[in-house]
């Protein structure tokens, strides 16, 4: 059997996906209609969000959301449009349209299924909690500043700058206001907050929504409403593709596709630690997420993920299978079907304050206090990857705040290098007399190298190293050397020839015979071992060096 064939089924759904789904089907049926409730204003909201409206924001709940439960590496994730997603494909739809989403989201999910290949679902792990939640809060940020518009009553203004389109709003309402548009969206923006605190498993959502829509439909509101829904889905099509607009569309579809990985795989995490016993795939994530990205775009929906707070919902309403996230989606579909003119009554300031709610929901705020407390290299990458995520791209964000991480990461490591110079006394092998034992001490300095020799730490060891001086011989103890790279050990051997400039004969103890390779490779070591100066052990190096200068005194 080929390796691509053995990689491809690891990815695949199994025979235990699929009896799993049959232990307890009444919990997961309950905790699939419960998500239902709270999925359906969020996937209105962004759907809208977006750009391409409800019926695209419907359409990625039930195509994506079914794929992605069938396909998936979690047995709780629950997929569809999220707020992240609506971020990034805002400007995508000033630039290239309708079309040009939906050519997006088809090559992002052929983007992940290569991802999923490529076994890169591991590296998720690589990613900082401050990056997460830096980059969770700024999303909460541009979600909020998206909803300014409909929540103030007033169009939405050109531009794909939230902060910009935020401002203009106010300016807009300032000129003439809607206070009814206000009334609605804080009304219902308000019932969530307190009600998630007075009674978290209540889907206070669905229930503000329908009080805001029963409100504004007795008292005659003049307000923008969703509009008139397709009691369906459409039927697939291509339409969409054109070939000639694959250069333009790569990058956002790399962007897209960044993202959706990152999301779906820290939801994953997220609900792995929510439960007990449950422990997802990621590169089977990857590889579900991807077929919802190629299916979700054939039916006019826009690129998914999966979703950290539907997935919370999930969880907490005692879902044990794929059969929540999947009958959640069929359970969106007969809904819409069933009562699209009434859900088309819906304001879009009611909707506003759904997202808004949401927003405010999506920071914790005891994590974020910890994280500022914690060191200020955490603080400096939670603030920097907020701030980026409202002025940036998203994925520019994360790379930002992941570049700077890592560059304080590898700035802390470097500071743990030491070069200390150690007593020689408690070495010397036993049989010298106090004589040769003052020998030694007086012409012999050793010195032990502690920790990574690498590039960021390589500079510092050269100069503290270089300083010895009126000395006959040098003894490098490197037994606790952790790795060194090409730099290091370039530095090592500058270091070594410095020295020997000073007619100082270096010697080397306790070298591990997987530093040996970088050493040998870049000519550190051959030639010190071609003279016998390499050593196993420090009191051998000792020996070696009260033999030179014992010969050295009787030539005298």
């Known amino acids: 059997m080929s390796r691509a064939w053995l990689r491809l089924r690891s990815v695949l759904p199994t025979r ?41 924001g419907i359409a990625t709940a039930v195509v994506a959301g079914a794929v992605a439960a069938l396909c998936g590496g979690s047995n709780l994730q629950v997929s569809g449009p999220t707020g992240a997603m609506t971020v990034v494909l805002v400007p995508i739809v000033h ?31 690589y990613v900082p909690a401050p990056v997460v939640e830096g980059f969770t809060i700024g999303i909460a940020g541009v979600i909020a500043l998206q909803q300014v518009p409909a929540a ?40 969530m907050l307190a009600g998630a605190r007075w009674r978290p498993s209540v889907p206070f959502s669905l229930l503000a929504v329908a009080a805001a829509t029963g409100i504004a439909e007795l008292a005659r509101f003049d307000v923008a409403r969703i509009g008139a829904l397709p009691a369906g889905l459409p039927a697939p099509s291509l339409g969409f593709v054109d070939l000639a607009a694959l250069p333009d569309l790569l990058a956002p579809a790399v962007a897209v596709a960044a993202l959706a990985a990152l999301e779906s795989l820290l939801s994953a995490t997220v609900a792995d630690g929510m439960s007990v016993g449950q422990r997802h795939d990621p590169d089977k994530e990857l590889f579900g997420q991807g077929l919802a990205n190629v299916a979700a775009p054939l039916f006019g929906g826009v690129p998914a993920t999966a979703a950290i707070a539907r997935t919370a919902v999930n969880v907490r309403s005692g879902a044990v299978s794929r059969l929540a996230a999947l009958s959640h989606a069929v359970i969106l579909a007969v809904v819409v079907a069933a009562a699209a003119s009434v859900v088309g009554r819906i304001p879009l300031a009611a909707l506003a304050g759904v997202l808004l709610a949401t927003a405010a929901r999506m920071v914790e705020v005891g994590s ?60 010397i092998p036993a049989g010298h007399g106090e ?30 190293l270089s300083e010895v001086a009126d000395v006959r011989v040098v003894i490098l103890r490197m037994s606790r050397v952790t790795t060194i790279d ?38 550190v070591i051959s030639r010190l071992r071609d003279q016998g100066r390499v050593f196993a052990t420090t009191p051998e190096a000792i020996g070696y060096a009260h033999g030179l200068l014992a010969a050295g005194q009787s030539s005298r």
Do not use: C
């Open 435 to 464: 004589e040769e034992r003052a020998l030694l001490t007086s012409h012999v300095v050793a010195y032990r190298l502690d920790g990574p020799l690498f590039f960021a730490a390589a500079h510092r060891f050269l100069l503290e």
């Open 152 to 191: 103030l009553g007033v169009p939405v203004p050109d531009g794909d700058r939230v902060v910009l389109v935020a401002v203009q709003a106010v300016r807009d309402f300032a000129a003439a206001p809607d206070w009814v548009a206000v009334g609605l969206a804080t009304g219902v923006a308000a019932l």
């Open 95 to 125: 630039q290239h349209g309708a079309d040009g989403v939906l050519m997006v989201g088809l090559l992002a999910g052929l983007l992940l299924m290569v991802l999923a290949a490529g076994r890169a679902g591991r590296y998720m792990a």
């Open 368 to 427: 974020v206090r910890a994280m500022l407390h914690a060191t200020r290299s955490d603080a400096v990458v939670l603030v920097l990857t907020a701030a980026a995520t409202l002025v940036l791209d998203l994925v520019q964000a994360v790379i930002l705040g992941l570049v700077v991480a890592g560059a304080l990461a590898l700035r802390a490591v470097a500071r743990n290098v030491r070069l200390d110079e150690v007593p020689l006394y408690d070495d």
């Open 486 to 523: 090409a730099t290091g050990a370039l530095v090592l051997k500058d270091a070594i020839e410095r020295l020997e400039r000073r007619h100082a004969v270096v010697v080397v103890s306790g070298l591990r015979g997987g530093h040996a390779r970088p050493l040998d490779r870049l000519g």
């Open 16 to 56: 235990a996906d699929v009896a799993s789904m049959r232990r307890r089907p009444r919990r997961d049926l309950l905790a699939g209609a419960t998500v239902a409730i709270v999925a359906l204003p969020l996937a209105l909201g962004f759907g809208i969000s977006s750009g391409l409206g409800a019926a695209a």
